[in-house]
């Protein structure tokens, strides 16, 4: 269980509450004590709570049941301990019937066994916990969007989906940025397949993929006997694209002297076949990505600054890295897992939570394509019906750390991330010890708590 727990005790009698308050604290539970149903209440509206450990009787109007059917209103995923007196067990019995719509969790009979109610405790809040994150992935995945293949929850893929719905329809040369594994192939489909030009051809090349003696023939096509080996004319993927989208991944790869020859078709529309002076047009829209700096290329003088404007007309669409927008990570689980199921003939519901954490707090070096690897792999792998810890990949099971394998590259990174890389791993060579950790950091404990809180790391 993450995070520190809070305990609503409520109980008329001050003494005995402060008591249990004090025994709550002691297993580092957050608590606040009430002394009446009314006030628990309240309570339970301003700050719903894990547990609630609730007298059956209590002075005022309202008593332990009324308590309990409260706090399932207004707070589903609290769990509630009841205590009675000796003689009232069929009242308790009957709140934890399955037949009860509000059912609490469990029951004790005074006098309290402290040693019991902790551990009640312990496992309401776990069970409370696992409750809450079960119903926030639901949430998650039910809010989600799907758009052209482009899954996700998060407010930085929303936006750029926006972006490319609006130029979608413009005819301009577009450029997409991102790591890899984050998707910009899906983004360039998808920006076809809402243009004018859905239907027809979206031709792919992969700059880096082809030798550049071989990379003009692939564009730009070649007629026979232009050089040893072309026994026959052959028309590029620019010819082959006429009409539709022509994606250049991994732009930045592009030798310069390809370079100054795709400017020209750029500008004037021609295309010239290897071998020949003769220029043929084609109505083609470019459409070009890559995970390099390309304005740190032009700077090197690998990339053409004429190039990187032409590319940078209309701005770039930026695709964010996983690690910058992991609230996506559960709904791309549960997608994986019924592609999983499709292709496979599986039949996997869901994953532990345990495995959700771990998964949400990976560092994802190759994005969304790693992800994907990682759950369809598992799945080929595990039993079923549920993913467990046991079923992840040795880089992923130690602990939930962004550990690299390795002297890290922090170049790409958010400063958020490489303070979280550099937390976490002065933790993990501490042993998990938060006091020795914040005093090598040069920070107080209680900043390094924030600090984790803020990291979901806690």
């Not at 706090?71 to 007196?85: F, G, H, N, Q, Y």
């Not at 997608?335 to 771990?358: C, D, W, Y």
């Not at 998964?359 to 992800?371: I, S």
Request: one cysteine or more; hydrophobic letters at 40%.
């Amino acid at each position: 269980m993450t995070g520190t727990a809070f305990v609503l005790i409520v109980e008329d009698d001050a003494a005995h509450g402060e008591a249990i308050a004090e025994a709550m604290q002691r297993a580092h539970f957050a608590c606040r004590v009430v002394r009446t149903g009314k006030e628990a209440v309240e309570s339970l509206r301003q700050r719903p709570p894990d547990v609630v450990i609730t007298d059956f009787k209590l002075g005022g109007t309202l008593n332990g049941m009324d308590v309990l059917r409260e706090a399932k209103k207004i707070s589903p995923d609290t769990e509630v301990l009841l205590i009675t007196a000796y003689g009232s067990e069929q009242l308790a019995r009957d709140a934890l019937s399955q037949d009860n719509p509000h059912r609490a969790y469990d029951y004790l009979i005074k006098p309290i066994d402290i040693d019991v109610l902790r551990e009640k405790v312990k496992r309401a809040a776990r069970q409370a916990t696992a409750a809450r994150e079960a119903r926030a992935l639901r949430e998650r995945i039910e809010s989600a969007f799907e758009f052209n293949g482009i899954i996700g929850s998060s407010e930085a893929l929303h936006r750029e989906i926006k972006r490319l719905r609006k130029i979608a329809r413009s005819k301009s040369t577009m450029l997409i940025v991102g790591e890899t594994g984050t998707g910009k192939e899906l983004f360039a489909l998808a920006l076809h397949e809402n243009s004018p030009r859905a239907g027809k051809p979206f031709k792919v090349l992969n700059c880096a993929a082809v030798s550049e003696t071989l990379l003009e023939s692939e564009l730009f096509g070649h007629v026979k006997g232009a050089f040893t080996g072309a026994v026959a004319d052959r028309k590029g993927l620019i010819a082959a694209a006429d009409g539709g989208t022509l994606f250049l991944d991994e732009i930045g790869d592009m030798p310069l002297s390809m370079q100054a020859k795709l400017l020209r078709t750029l500008e004037t529309g021609e295309v010239m076949r290897v071998g020949t002076n003769d220029p043929q047009y084609y109505d083609v829209r470019f459409v070009a990505a890559t995970n390099h700096d390309l304005a740190e290329l032009v700077r090197q003088g690998t990339f053409r600054e004429d190039l990187f404007y032409r590319l940078h007309a209309h701005g770039a669409i930026r695709l964010p890295p996983l690690r910058q927008r992991r609230e996506d990570i559960p709904v791309l689980v549960h997608h994986f897992l019924q592609q999983a199921n499709q292709e496979h003939g599986t039949s996997f519901i869901g994953v532990a939570p345990e495995v959700m954490r771990k998964l949400v707090n990976y560092a994802w070096p190759g994005n969304v394509r790693e992800l994907r690897n990682v759950i369809m792999r598992m799945c080929l792998e595990a039993e079923g019906p549920t993913l467990q810890v046991d079923d992840l990949p040795e880089t992923l099971r130690p602990s939930t750390d962004i550990v690299p394998a390795g002297p890290p590259n922090l170049a790409g990174m958010s400063m958020a991330d490489v303070e979280r890389l550099h937390i976490m791993n002065t933790l993990r060579m501490f042993g998990g010890n938060r006091e020795k950790t914040a005093a090598a950091l040069g920070i107080g404990a209680r900043t390094l708590y924030r600090k984790l809180r803020e990291f979901g790391l806690r």
